[in-house]
Structures are given as structure tokens and as C-alpha cells.
């Protein structure tokens, strides 16, 4: 007992310590050495020399970004910057805006509410994990921006944040100013639960069937009008200088719902089947609300002039379907034609390992609908932010825009291509070169945690020392209870 005692302290204090790096600059991160770190940055970086993918007004060759305190300061060529300014020689590579993943689960480690059908009353922004080293390797990928969503076990789940994957800060310091925040609904199988069947002698969670799902929106709706009544009836007896009347008791997972009906929080919709889909545009155009996003929305192709009409976007795969019943009748070339029916789509990850390299997932849509460059890469960049209500802050290279740019080696929809700096209002927060150079440090000092007295396998017999299980890094929205990949 005492050896698992030590082995679990000498554990903590490695994971510790490795939480604590900061992955550009290769130091530990402190409170203090943090903020001087910002003080020392420089004010001003410029990018000389890149052909520099605007995604708003085309592609600049020989083009210089000038970056100031946070913003993009002016775009073109032969710019100049102050004195100790960051210059960055960029020739022969591309600069581009973040990439911006519409639908995401990094830095959450419980995915899925799934005790009640409607948690709308669970914010997944309260339990963000800075320390998610998936964090770390989205940059690398490129990804700057995320929308964190609830899981898809409830069919209307839990709040949603949008985040700007400042890795090796505090958790508040991750949430997109001024972005409006969300709520996960889910339609189909995954709310009804058609893969999960209850253990024995335990009753099986209502809803079981697609008419339960659409019955449970309603239901909450309808809750949720009367409740947006009871408060604007009190609220006008205090203007009018009633003083006899209480205030109605708060009801915390109805208070998200009147936002939706007033308009200050977005829903995105899980979705497959196109009656599911024509389903939810039904309900919200009775109770008065919009579906900001249907996701994944693999049958949207059949649908397409119905959600635009509606105004809802559409965040899908590029090429995935058949991992389910209802995702057989799919087509990678439902991006294409959603979008020349005037809906905005972007492509997601729903996938730590896929947001990494969703510059591939946007470059396979050249293929499955002959969309041009520029098309493609809206589907990361300006499209999303569209879709997210940011993109007057993020999503193309644009003078006054926030600095979350990409200087890539190559064309960004290349598989030969990859991120060399990716910047966060100004800031670096992946460098691949310091990257490397830091990698003999790492190995260095894994090797002396490894020689560690609690981390040494037993001299003879006895147990050797167990190395923590980890979270698999494809979980997704779908997963139940800690399952495999469902989607």
C-alpha cells in the first residue's frame, strides 16, 4: 500500500510538472515569470514576404502582415515596423487565418450529462481543462479557435462556450471575448438511446423514439414560454411600483431556454436524417427561435433549400458516414451541395486527433464538389465564424481583425504542409522550431522520472509500477459513459 502511495505521489508531481511547461517557451509556467514573459513580448510582430491567403479578397503574393498589440495593424508589402519589433522572414511559406473548429469536445473530460434528456442546466465552460495536451497539438495543427459543445446523449444537452485555445493559461483566459454562448440539442439515435440499452432492472430513459425526442423539445419549450411569462409579468409589476409581488423561483435549466427564445444563445443542433432535421426547423419555427447549426448533418444535402430558408448553417464531415444506421445514407458530396443551395457549412472535427489536421478535411471538398481554394478553406475559417457569431473578430486577414494567424511551410490545403508559428492575438503559442529544440529536454527529463525509486520495476518479484490509464483521444460527442468512438 505504501509503494502504491509513493508511485501515485512521485505520478502527480511528474504530471505536474509537465502541465506546467509552457510548450513555446520552454520554461515553468508561474504566476509571476508568466505575466513578465507578456511584459517582454513585443508589441509588434511583422510576417515579410508570404503569399498570404486573405480568404476575404483573395491571395497576396510577396505580402507582408504587420501585427500590433493583438490586431492585424495593415496588410500588403514593403511594411515597416517599430523598433523591437518581432520580423519574421516568410518567404516561400503561406499565411492564413486560425482555424476555427465548429464542433469540438477538447478540454472537457466528461462529455455527456446523460442522467435526464434535458440538461440544459450543465455548462460545459465551468469544468474546461486547461492542461488538455490536445490543446497543444491542435495548434500545431493550425486550430486556433473552438466551439466546446455538451455531448449529443441528451436531446436538449448541456451550455456551450466558444474558446481560443490559449494553452499554458488559465481557463478563464480561454473564453472568446464577447462570443455569444450555445446549447447542444441532439436528434436520433443518440438521444433516444438506441445503442445503450438500460442494465438489467433499471427502467429505460424516456425518450426511446424519435416522436420522444421531438415531444421532450416541445415539452421544455413550452416550459420555458410560460416561464419567460411569469418573469415579464413581474417585472412589469415593478415598473408599474407593485410592491406585493414576489419574484418567480428560479428555474435553472429553463433560464437557458428563454435566452434561445430571446435570441442571446445559439443552438447547435446534432442531426443526421433529413425528417429529424425538417423535424427541429418545425418546432422552432413554432416556438419562435432559430437553429443556428445543424451538426454533423449528413443528410442535409436532401434538405438543403429548407435550411437556408430557415438561416441555419450546416457543420458536417468531409467524407465519414456508415459508423451507424443513420449514417449510411451520406454522401461526401453533401458540403457541396448544401452549400450551392445558400447554406453556410463548415467542416468540424468532433475529434482531437481530426482537429489537428483539419486543413486536410477542408482540401477533400476540392474533390467531392470541384470547390475552388478559396471555397475550401472558408469551410475552416471564415464559414465557421460565421456559423459562431465571431467573424468580425476572426476567420479571414483583415485590417482591425484579432492576430490568430498560421505562417504554414506550404500551401495549407497540401498534406505535404504543416504549421511552422501559429499566433493567438498576437501571441505565439506554437513555434516548431522551439518546439524541437525542446524535445532532447523532455526526453531527458522522462528519463530521470523513469529512474525515480517509486517508478524502478521491482528487483525481484512483486508488482511493477502501473502506468496511468488515459483518456482515449478520439472521444466524441457521442460517446457514453467512457464507450468507443459512436458518433
Known sequence: ???????????????????????????????DNQAEQRREAPTETLIRNATVLTISHGTLQN???LIRRGKIAAVGQNLKAGGGARVIDATGKYVMPGIIDCHSHTMIDAINEGTVSVSSMVNVKDVLNPTDIAIYRELAGGTTTANVLHGSANSIGGQTIVVKLKYGRPASEFIFPGALPGIKFALGENPKRSNFPPLPGLQRRYPATRMGVEETIRDAFTRAVDYKKDWDDYRAAQKRGDKSVLPPRRDLQLEPLVEVLEGKRYVHAHSYRADEILMLINVANEFGFKVRTFQHVLEGYKVAREIAEHGAGGSTFSDWWGYKIEAYDATPYNTAIMMRAGVVVSVNSDSNELARRLNIEAAKMMKYGDLTEEEALKLITLNPAIQLGIQDRVGTIDLGKDADVVIWNGHPLSVYSRPETTFIDGEIFFDRQQDIARRADMERERAQLEQAEPNRPPAQGGTAPTIPRRRPSHDTDDEWDGGIDQR
Open 1 to 31: 500500500m505504501r509503494d502504491k502511495i509513493k508511485r501515485l505521489i512521485v505520478f502527480t508531481i511528474s504530471l505536474a510538472m509537465f502541465s506546467a511547461i509552457n510548450p513555446v517557451h520552454g520554461q515553468t509556467r508561474t504566476p
Open 63 to 65: 505580402s507582408d502582415v
